[in-house]
């Protein structure tokens, strides 16, 4: 078929048709959070002390950070489903807020007090938890990159993971009892380093175009 | 490459988008010109099949360019995007560098008619899509008389041609 043939039928079928980026954006956010939430509500509920723990900074450390994961990775994630979209540097700061906090609580804990907080009592539940959590919005994320347009596939692909386990972690944080920041370091960060990789690795069979 | 240009095709594309055909194919024309320059210098005779997978990944993923940015970038990533795929298909590997889009001349399509990937991706398609795609592209006619040679409605005729472009594009990603 010759070039210009080719674009004759480009232009025939120039039509609007179907729900624009913006839109579909909008929906992938709307239904990953959805179902999050659904998997949340089947599985768990919010603590019991939820009320007293809110005035706790280690809580709110915690939550702060989940949220903080989410809202970064969620407009990257955007960017990063057009052509030639870039990334920037805005990773690096979660990562640094993060150290940050455990570094303070490392040192205004007593030397044998920080072990037993970094493994808290439900450290293998948190894993799990917000890694299945975080499977439906990845699932949808990958979904909405398969009818954008990433070029940079693996990268789409984790940011993809690093927003889905944002959301789970914003979860999991209203049930989990375990609130030192050593703990939200090391075991949240694995589920929500997990599914980044995870989506990592699907995005480039998955979403190709 | 020319702030003149760049202007001139974003305003072309964003008439596209709301639905001027004239203004599309013009669009798609001088990218096509533009491309098929950097490309030729670069991987030589394959250049052509770049380019036609890109102005198809440009037409589906056309909702992708925010109106606000510049649309040449968004041109060039695409074309990027489409000759790496491309050559991984193939088990090689090629880079190009945006810097390599700036400063080339248009070049028209060569005289010289080959069976281009696009091509053989079009036999691929079922009966009906395929009659349809090629109807219009191939035969240059337009939707209507397609319908009417045919004995289609247009609004099946439409579809038959939406849904035979994507499958030629989903061919290609799968490859």
Known sequence: METRSLIKALAEDAAPRGPGFGARWALALGLGIALALTVFAALLSPRADLGAAMGQWRFGFKMGMALLVALTALPLLRALSRPGGRAGRALWLVALALMAGALAEGLTLPPEARFPALMGQHN?????????IGLAPLAVFLGFLRRAAPTD???????????????????????CTDDSPLFVAVWYNAAVLGLAALGALLAPRLARW | MSDGLEESLSHSLRAAIAGDQRAYADFLERVAGRLRGTLWRKIGTEAEDIVQETLLAIHLKRDTWDAGQPVLPWVHAIARYKMIDAFRRKGRRVELDIGDFIETLPQPEAETVSDREIGRALGLLGPGQKAVVASISVEGRTISETASVLGMTETAVRVALHRGLAAISRHFARG
């Open chain 1, 124 to 132: 293998w539940a948190c894993l799990a938890l917000v890694t299945l």
């Open chain 1, 153 to 175: 596939l693996p990268r789409a692909g984790a940011l993809a993971g690093l927003a889905s386990g944002g959301i789970a972690a914003t979860l999991y944080a209203l049930h």
